[in-house]
């Protein structure tokens, strides 16, 4: 029986992720990539849980590096470039929306986090305002990688007949707006990101 290291469950967890989405993640498959038995694996991670969540920072860890500026005068643009860095690290593997949602943060997390919320806290936020936009953005950044990423796996791409609400309505008008909307989502997800990022940012600026 081979012998394996923590890391090296992490590391073969995230192989399966990125072929299969959170779907080929299981104990039994794990332990057949690695070798050994089941049973193994809980001597590195308590469970299936606890794995996920050790996924998820892994992932945080090699994607997601944005570094804080110094200077405050840079925190609009670095709060959007730390969203869209997110977003990269999120959309890294299949799934990486699903699998960090709800999850909870590790002590290493925190750590990382808490200068971010002193440079906001610089810039002039309250501490509680610095902690909210950081999880705004946060919660703002899953839910569209999470969109994104559902609606491509499902292969969601083309939208059902339209129903007309009344009769004034006009036919040319609503497949134009059904094109328009269906081309921002199959297109355009980036670009509709970061607009609404720009959007928190206006918000926090008031």
Not at 102 to 118: D, F, H, M, Q, R
Request: include cysteine.
């Amino acid at each position: 029986m081979a012998k394996i290291k923590r890391e090296d469950v992490i590391e073969e967890a995230l192989a399966l992720l990125k072929e299969g989405g959170l779907e080929a993640i299981t104990t039994r498959r794990l332990a057949q990539r690695l070798g050994v038995e089941s049973a193994s694996l809980y001597w590195h991670v308590k469970d299936k849980a606890t794995l996920l969540g050790e996924m998820a920072s892994a992932i945080i860890d090699r994607y997601h590096t944005i570094e804080t500026p110094h200077d405050t005068e840079q925190w609009e643009k670095w709060f959007m470039d730390h969203a869209c860095s997110l977003r990269n690290a999120l959309l890294a593997y299949p799934d990486g929306a699903m699998l960090h949602a709800g999850s909870i943060p590790t002590y290493n997390e925190l750590a990382k986090l808490a200068p971010k919320v002193e440079y906001l806290v610089r810039a002039g936020f309250s501490e509680r305002e610095a902690k909210m936009a950081m999880l705004t953005m946060g919660q703002f950044t899953l839910g569209s990688v999470m969109e994104e990423q559902t609606r491509n796996k499902r292969r969601i791409l083309t939208s059902p007949p339209l129903e007309k609400v009344n009769e004034s309505q006009r036919d040319a008008d609503m497949d134009k707006l059904n094109s328009d909307v269906m081309n921002t989502i199959e297109n355009e997800a980036e670009s509709a990101f970061e607009f609404g990022i720009q959007l928190i940012v206006k918000g926090l600026k008031k």
